[in-house]
């Protein structure tokens, strides 16, 4: 079970919120695994469960009302059961997480140079000058110009961009071994997206960090991710390598992602969204969780996709799936509306 | 920072020239004849007469005006001839009810409501904030509860309810404490603090129940911003997140309140001062009113203004001074 090569394996995840409307189901049996070096994207739409599912990796659910179970290792250490006091000293250190929005990330009240310096200093035990100079060396290394001066600035002094260069410089000022990327695009202009993504491309091939990239947008996928995790209503619902994700998705979410990406090539007027909108995790629905908005559920006999959740089966040694429709099916229907690259 | 400075300090000049204009028509507005104030039941048409002229009452509304503000900044003489007198800077008029110029009256009043203010002040942010954060840090559970519940009971007492309370319980009934009988704590110590610290209590209690339930919310709020998460990720212990970046980012708007809440004490504790027979600007400013005093309404109303306007002047320098967001406007 223990491949030297995995960072992160998280089995069986589980993380539910008690509200005072009932309890919400944000995660539901969710597992996968992490490679040194490698990317895995966690994609699904607002409320798929995938930026609380990395917060419970990194032990940041600690509200009295989560639930949090099922097993996660690190480094083949299990977290989920372990000592937080343990945990926390992983945290910015081993682990390290960027989040959505760098402006309400930073803390609007101390210089970036302070901030980083702090990572530093939590973790190891050097002088205030030494962390500044490391932070300093960190800044440059993100791009940020005129470091000897930006290193003062407050962070509502920078632009969106620098902000989060400013966050990925102090994720990665410890050398972690795995980054969680909380849509870290989302937040930024198209051009500077791409300058972010690239940037998170240099530094993993020179630190080696392995990334878990939490996206909707699957431009940013297809540019970094190894391999794919697709979510929904809380569920995991296909997991494969990036390649098969575009080639060959096998579940009809995956489809409607695909489909809903602008082309400029296609000679359509509107984009093809997906109809209805994402189930309350408060009240998943009985049977398949995207069942109500599954347009070839009638495809399935016995009305299964109503009734009984599929498993998520291997369509080929590395591509998982949970779909009712079989195997000739699939490949019917993707054949007549062009899904994938069918060759 | 330096220019925020200076223009913030132009804008506190102008809005004390208006605030000056408003109280001094305020006196002119009182449908009574200040000249027929000055004397007693033995007037006589010409006294008042006399005393108007002597007074500057005949003269144009606008040169009475430049008149009294030139009185609070070089001190003028009333009067002519034999019968002048002199009223020391900074002027603030003479009144005729107390036989003493406003100003002295003033004098006197204000280091009573000084130690008042800032007495209550002191105990309540403490209790307050304090409370404030212990139940922001053990949210939900019973010490939260417990402090918010006794923070309702202390936030419903009004002011005349509880400083009564205090004194038919803890002095008239149970002779605790002597009757309130001010005296200066440089003359007699004992005698002050037996006197300050039911009105203390009784202001810091009401206030203090604020402030534990706006720093509670303040702290409940800051603490689920993202940049406390960050914190959080980056590794640093529950202490450390709390203490270094949630407390400061927490407690700012608490600055703005705890100004200018002390400013309008400063201004005068009107029913604590009255029902602790303190002799500060509150009481004077009553006092003044029900006399038909006008000079010394005139001069509470212009103090109460300037405290108030200094303490904003203060709490925008402090503000920018903890929020650097705030140094660039």
């Known amino acids: 079970m223990t491949n030297p090569n995995v960072i992160l394996e998280v089995k069986n995840l589980n993380v539910e919120f008690t509200t005072d409307d009932g309890v919400v189901h944000a995660v539901n049996d969710v597992s996968y695994t992490v490679e040194r070096g490698k990317t895995l994207a ?13 917060l419970a990796v990194m032990g940041l659910l600690t509200g009295a009302n989560s639930k949090i179970s099922g097993e996660v290792y690190f480094n083949g250490n299990e977290l989920i059961a372990a000592d937080p006091e343990a945990v926390r000293k992983l945290r910015g250190d081993e682990m390290a997480m960027i989040f959505q929005d760098p402006l309400s990330a930073l803390h609007p009240y101390y210089t970036i140079g302070d901030q980083l310096a702090e990572a530093v200093r939590v973790h190891n035990d050097v002088s205030e000058t030494q962390a500044l100079e490391r932070a300093a060396e960190m800044l440059a290394k993100v791009g940020i110009p005129d470091v000897d001066q930006r290193i003062d600035d407050y962070p509502h002094q920078l632009s969106g961009g620098m902000r989060q260069r400013v966050m990925i410089a102090m994720a990665l000022i410890n050398g972690p071994e795995l980054l969680i990327a909380d849509e870290p695009t989302t937040a930024l202009d198209v051009t500077v997206q791409a300058q972010i993504l690239d940037l998170l491309r240099e530094l993993q091939k020179e630190f080696g960090t392995a990334i878990v990239l939490i996206t909707h947008d699957l431009g940013v996928v297809a540019d970094l991710a190894d391999e794919v995790l697709v979510m929904y209503g809380g569920s995991a619902v296909e997991h494969a390598p990036v390649r098969e994700i575009f080639y060959s998705p096998q579940m009809p979410y995956t489809w409607g992602l695909l489909a809903s990406i602008p082309q400029i090539s296609a000679k359509k007027e509107q984009l093809d969204p997906i109809p209805g909108s994402p189930p309350s995790l408060l009240n998943l629905p009985k049977g398949c969780v995207f069942a109500p908005r599954c347009t070839f559920k009638d495809q399935v006999a016995d009305h299964a996709c109503a009734n009984t959740f599929p498993e998520l089966l291997a369509v080929s040694p590395d591509h998982e799936a949970r779909c009712h429709l079989s195997e000739t099916q699939r490949n019917t229907i993707r054949a007549e509306r062009k899904i994938g690259k069918v060759n | ?94 009144s005729f009810r107390n036989g003493e110029e406003v100003t002295v009256l003033i004098l006197d009043a204000v280091p009573v409501t000084m130690y008042l203010a800032v007495g209550a002040f002191l105990l309540w942010m403490l209790i307050g904030i304090s409370s404030g954060i212990i139940a922001a840090k053990h949210h939900g559970k019973w010490q939260d509860r417990a402090i918010m519940g006794v923070s309702l009971v202390g936030y419903s007492l009004p002011v005349f309810f509880l400083g009564l309370l205090f004194l038919v319980f803890v002095i008239v009934r149970w002779n605790l404490l002597p009757y309130p009988d001010y005296a200066s704590p440089f003359e007699d110590p004992v005698a002050f603090f037996q006197t300050m610290l039911l009105p203390w209590l009784t202001l810091a209690i009401l206030y203090a129940a604020y402030y534990a339930r706006l720093t509670r919310s303040q702290m409940l709020e800051t603490m689920g911003e993202d940049y406390i998460r960050t914190a ?98």
């Open chain 2, 232 to 329: 959080r990720a980056k590794g640093l212990s529950e202490r450390v997140v709390f203490r270094k970046h949630a407390l400061r980012a927490g407690l700012t708007p608490i600055v703005t309140s705890a100004g200018l809440d002390l400013a309008g004490l400063l201004g005068g504790a009107v029913i604590t001062e009255y029902i602790f027979s303190l002799p500060g600007l509150g009481r004077l400013a009553i006092g003044a009113v029900t006399d038909y005093d006008l000079p010394t309404i005139t001069a509470t109303v212009l103090i109460a203004a300037v405290f108030v306007i200094v303490a904003n002047l203060i709490v925008d320098i402090l503000y920018a001074a903890i929020d650097p967001r705030v140094r660039l406007t």
């Open chain 1, 42 to 54: 966690i994609v699904g739409e607002s409320g798929s469960g995938k930026s609380v599912s990395s």
């Open chain 2, 1 to 94: 920072m330096f220019p925020y400075i200076v223009r913030r300090i132009f804008i506190m000049i102008f809005m004390l020239t208006i605030l000056s204009i408003v109280t001094f028509l305020l006196f002119n507005a009182v449908p009574t004849d200040p000249a027929r104030l000055t004397c007693g039941k033995t007037c006589t048409p010409e006294i008042v007469a006399a005393n108007r002229i002597r007074l500057g009452l005949d003269q144009p509304l606008y040169t009475q005006y430049i008149d009294w503000i030139r009185g609070i900044f070089v001190g003028r003489t009333y009067g002519s001839g034999s019968a002048t007198f002199d009223c020391a800077t900074p002027c603030l008029g003479y």
